[in-house]
């Protein structure tokens, strides 16, 4: 899919994607039925690519069987109607590989691959583990960039290296800083997506392609929106679209608890599938959970 500014790089997994939450029953287990029951509404709400397994997904605590079948279950859910990017990052360069030919396996139409983290590799032995990812599948890939939690950057120079691979299509950008990324813009065919909620717009009219959402979990609709109202033409009415977004994007993501937490509280509070998060994750309290609906009513009543 691609959008209508000239400058723009294609989207290769689409504009609107969804970081989607991981739904596990009463008792932990993971649970298909509601994960299939959720990419469904996503994708019938705007989201035409679903990330799943990604931190959202909380893969630091599913088993690698638990990702081929939420692959797979999403798949037989959504069909063709939506990409689905499969979150195989780890620390192990073994472990990714192994991964990736799993997602590959159960249907997944590209990749998700953080940067390896708590090791710090420097940046050669980085390229190194992207490049041997993308070498052992044939699915197009996308560099996850989030050095607030891995430790480790994807520097400018770096991406502009790997951006040669015909496999390394994308970004996943969470590195707040601007320059680097238009740095990149400028000189790749790397399709860059938003990974901060808050940055939907400003990287949209820099050249992204899309973003993949966190709060989309909740309000698929909304985020769509701005992305097209953009594309049309109506560059004020994307920004009043973001920035009314303001107070849900800074209650689920800047509130000193996970976007995970928030995602499953703010849906269970909703009668949507989410379940409870796994250890060392703990839910929200009541407070929190009223709070979140109270944002939520707001941004969706308001015109």
């Known amino acids: 899919m691609t959008t209508t500014t000239s400058a723009r790089t294609a989207a290769p997994f689409g504009r609107s994607l969804c970081a989607m939450i991981t739904p596990f ?37 599913t088993t690698d069987a638990e990702k081929s079948a939420l692959v797979w279950a999403v798949r037989e859910a959504v069909g063709g109607r939506a990409s689905i990017v499969a979150g195989v990052g780890t ?31 420097p940046q050669d032995a980085v390229e190194a583990h992207f490049r041997e990812i993308a070498d052992a599948s044939g699915l197009p890939l996308a560099l996850y960039d989030i050095p607030g939690r891995t430790g480790t950057r994807i520097e400018p120079d770096t991406m502009i290296r790997l951006a040669e691979h ?13 320059l680097g990324t238009q740095k990149v813009l400028a000189r790749t065919e790397l399709a860059y997506y938003a990974g901060c909620d808050e940055h939907v717009l400003a990287l949209y009219a820099s050249g992204a392609s899309g973003y993949v959402s966190t709060v989309s979990n909740v309000t698929p609709r909304h985020f769509r929106a701005i992305l097209d109202a953009f594309d049309a033409g109506d560059t004020a009415g994307a920004a009043h679209l973001q920035q009314r977004a303001v107070l849900l994007v800074e209650s689920m993501m800047s509130s000193g608890l996970p976007g995970t937490v928030t995602a499953k509280a703010l849906l269970g509070a909703l009668g ?32």
């Open 166 to 178: 015909p496999r390394i299509v994308a970004v996943k950008d969470c590195a707040y800083d601007l």
């Open 272 to 303: 949507l599938p989410a379940g409870p998060v796994r250890p060392p994750l703990r839910p929200a309290d009541r407070g929190t959970v009223d709070g979140l609906l109270a944002v939520y009513e707001e941004l969706v009543s308001a015109r």
């Open 91 to 121: 620390a192990d360069t073994r472990h990714t590989v192994e991964l990736a030919l799993e997602a590959e396996k159960a249907g997944a139409d590209g990749l998700l691959v953080v940067t390896p983290y708590y090791s710090r590799p």
């Open 25 to 61: 029953t009463a008792e932990g287990a993971l649970d298909l039925d509601g994960a299939q029951g959720l990419a469904e509404r996503l994708v019938s709400q705007g989201c035409d690519g679903l990330v799943l397994s990604g931190t959202t997904g909380e893969s630091p605590t």
